[in-house]
Nanobody, 123 residues
Framework: QMHLVESGGGLVQPGGSLRLSCAASGFTLNMYAVAWFRQVPGKEREVVSC????????TYADSVKDRFAISRDKAKNTVYLEMDVLKPEDTADYYC????????????????WGQGTQVTVSS
């Protein structure tokens, strides 16, 4: 079976850092585009960052540009989201998703989703 499992969330003070992990099992993650989404209850899900399978191109939401970085570790079949200079508005449930199609991911129609990990930024 194909699974994605996120980890690394938690409580952090404003200005702090966290690294989220998205580990895949049952398939080779580097053959898929992978995105991180976040959602706050009552609000729409937001694409935070995405990394293509083809050439490793990365994209970021304006709200996280220059603070977050997405990367792959092919040997560990894992994608990471390094989050620095965290702000209270970054508080959300974070999900990773994978799909062969980069466009499907951006449209929120990825085939594979993790269960989410909670990030809380508060003093």
């Amino acid at each position: 079976q194909m699974h994605l499992v996120e980890s690394g969330g938690g409580l952090v003070q404003p200005g702090g850092s966290l690294r989220l992990s998205c580990a895949a099992s049952g398939f080779t993650l580097n053959m898929y585009a992978v995105a991180w989404f976040r959602q706050v209850p009552g609000k729409e899900r937001e694409v935070v960052s995405c990394i293509k399978a083809t050439d490793g191109t990365t994209t970021y939401a304006d709200s996280v540009k220059d603070r977050f970085a997405i990367s792959r570790d092919k040997a560990k079949n894992t994608v990471y989201l390094e989050m620095d200079v965290l702000k209270p508005e970054d508080t959300a449930d974070y999900y990773c998703a994978a799909d062969r199609s980069y466009q499907h991911i951006l449209a929120g129609r990825a085939n594979y989703w993790g269960q989410g990990t909670q990030v809380t930024v508060s003093s």
